[in-house]
């Protein structure tokens, strides 16, 4: 059976939602979940509860305000430093957290290590795009400043990933560019062009507007950049329904048809949300890390956890240990 | 009367469409309309038409593929080149293009010359908050690799016009970036913080998923992550209403309410649409130049044609200069 550790501690929403979420993961998949957080409370938390779990007491939390240095450095009775421990130390096939990101980053570097071949670690998500597959995009926010050779050492874990966890049988990678031709964009896309052309499955640039379109599989930028986007396909999906509330509740007609679309839009609303869809794994650190999103709930959290089983079954950092050997000898 | 060139070649559509704009700007506004183009096609257009116009013939057009080195030193017979000529020698006050963004920057740049004080011009464009304001962003792609100084004059230019042309009192400038707090961001955004912080309308960090709610009035960054943000602000706002309307038309009573929403979402489709935003004015050059989207329709010309109207009435050119002078003397 395998085991994941769950840190409890540093997310936005107290430990008990991410604790309900880790009992839920326990009950739904073959899984033992390890809670890294106060004793106490997560004991409180399990009594009566069915499912194969352990604690790991952390007197300390990292907040969303902490340095990743910080962190690292005089939090080292925290729920994070001690759960990615437990990792290293083999007592855990996963680590799985809602904390901050630098931190998170920092800690693992540290304890974990980078896989060989690997400069520098990348966080990916995937999004929905509209023809219902995955696109997933790396670098979301660990590495704000990028070279080119980063850029193509997340291509190739990006194409991993994609292949292995997500099941796109022959993933297409983009860059992230302002324009469609060869020579756009600035010194780093240019950069990274040249490199990324020599794998088999470079699609060439992609423009921002059509991620959603799935065009591409994976899209590769630098974690300043993928941030902005990222927060930017939200912010544009969001002030549209924001909008086309408005507007809609604006005229006597529109109401009643709102009405009448009501479940359609909850469906859709549960579409979009970003806790069907899991958390973005740190690709690239010698073990398997998961971040969930700062505001996980239950929900996000145990789709989170459904992330780490299936990359440990997948046996993904040996997978990319593999594709880079091959791609970046 | 104020004289405006108004550049027919160039864009995605055929010259008919951007003449017709010229046509319906001179008929709504009290304005001189000057095409560059093929001659006779627009003597053609302008057949039994009131209002008072001119032509420049052009004999080449500046295509989408054309390097800006390309059109500046090949294509001196371009409607584009001739265009700005015009300008340059006082023949109008203003030129509008829906051409090629690099070429257009390239020959204004060797043409007009910058205004003193700036180093590299940038391209603005103004966004529809959920306030029912503007925001405006720049840069949005004339510079693909900026220095925290650029971000500096481009928060300058955009205050500028921000309080000038679209009538905002006291505009807050934002800096983009992927965190709220002072330290975050790329070596770019860290430079720029320690500079933006001494203009008194500096509101500090803003991010992506924020802007169209109107938190600032000005959004400053390069122009390659300006180009992503704008597009990915598109791009999840229309994967949105395509998500929506496949929901929707999947249950019986969501077809019979959309059928009732159509027109509260004709309303809404017009308030997104870009061809009602205008142009986008390329600021910091010594003369008025106006960039129109690349598939801008009549009406999109139009607006743009009004967008230089009213930077012609309010002085912009000596109004970017003073304060320019002021903020960075």
Known sequence: ?????????????????????????????????????????????????????????????????????????????????LGVEALREGKADAFVSPANTGAIMAVSLLKLGRIFGIDRPGIATALPALTGRAVLIIDIGANVNCTPQNLKQFAVMGTVYCREILGVKNPKVGLLNIGAERGKGNKLAQGAFSLLEKLE????????????????????????????????????????????????????????????????????????????????PLLGVRDIVIIAHGNSDARAIKNAIGVALSSIKHGLVEKIERGIKKEIP
Not at 1 to 15: A, H, S
Not at 36 to 45: C, N
Not at 53 to 79: C, G, L, N, W, Y
Not at 266 to 272: D, E, L, M, S
């Open 1 to 81: 059976m395998e085991t994941i550790i769950v840190d409890t501690l540093g997310g936005d929403n107290p430990p008990v939602e991410i604790i309900q979420g880790g009992i839920k993961a326990a009950q739904s998949y073959n899984v033992k979940i390890v809670f890294s957080g106060d004793r106490r409370l997560i004991e409180r938390q399990l009594e009566g509860v069915d499912g194969n779990f352990s604690i790991i007491h952390a007197s300390q939390a990292i907040t969303m305000d902490d340095s990743p240095v910080e962190a690292v450095r005089h939090k080292r009775e925290s729920s994070l430093v």
């Open 201 to 280: 499955n470079f699609y060439g640039n992609i423009e921002s507007h059509r991620i959603l379109w799935g065009d591409v599989d994976v899209v590769v930028c630098d974690g300043f950049v993928g941030n902005v986007l990222l927060k930017a396909l939200e912010g544009g999906s969001l002030a549209t329904l924001d909008l086309l509330h408005k507007t809609i509740q604006r005229s006597f007609w529109g109401k009643i048809g709102s009405f009448l679309l009501r479940s359609s839009l909850r469906g859709f609303k549960q579409k979009i949300s970003s806790s069907n869809w899991g958390g973005a």
